[in-house]
Each structure stands twice: as structure tokens, then as C-alpha cells.
């Protein structure tokens, strides 16, 4: 009797592509006016451009 090779699971396992996050410029959300408003989950953020550059998210 012979028995399955425990490691022929893992030879013949799916490749899974990585998950790679989308890139965005600042500039291209925050705009002219240096803020983005964002719905989530039925609340409303505000991203934005601070006078030093920085940027700060509020709810």
C-alpha cells in the first residue's frame, strides 16, 4: 500500500499574487482647495493640507 507524499500539498499549491495599494498624489485628492472629504461607513472625514504640509484626518 502506498501512501500519498505529504509534500506533494505544498508542490502543487496556488500562487497568490501579492496585494499591492493603489498610489495617489496628494495633490491629485486634496485639489486647489487642500482637502478631501471622505464618506465611510456613513460618516463624513476631512483629509487635509496643513500650512507646514503636513496632513491631518478629521472626523
Not at 501579492?18 to 465611510?40: D, F, Y
Request: charged letters at 25%.
Amino acid at each position: 500500500m502506498q501512501f500519498p507524499d505529504k509534500g506533494a500539498e505544498q508542490r502543487h499549491a496556488p500562487v497568490v499574487a501579492p496585494i499591492v495599494a493603489r498610489e495617489v498624489e496628494s495633490k491629485e485628492l486634496l485639489g486647489s482647495a487642500g482637502q478631501l472629504i471622505i464618506h465611510h461607513e456613513q460618516r463624513r472625514y476631512i483629509l487635509r493640507r496643513t500650512k507646514s504640509g503636513k496632513l491631518i484626518l478629521n472626523a
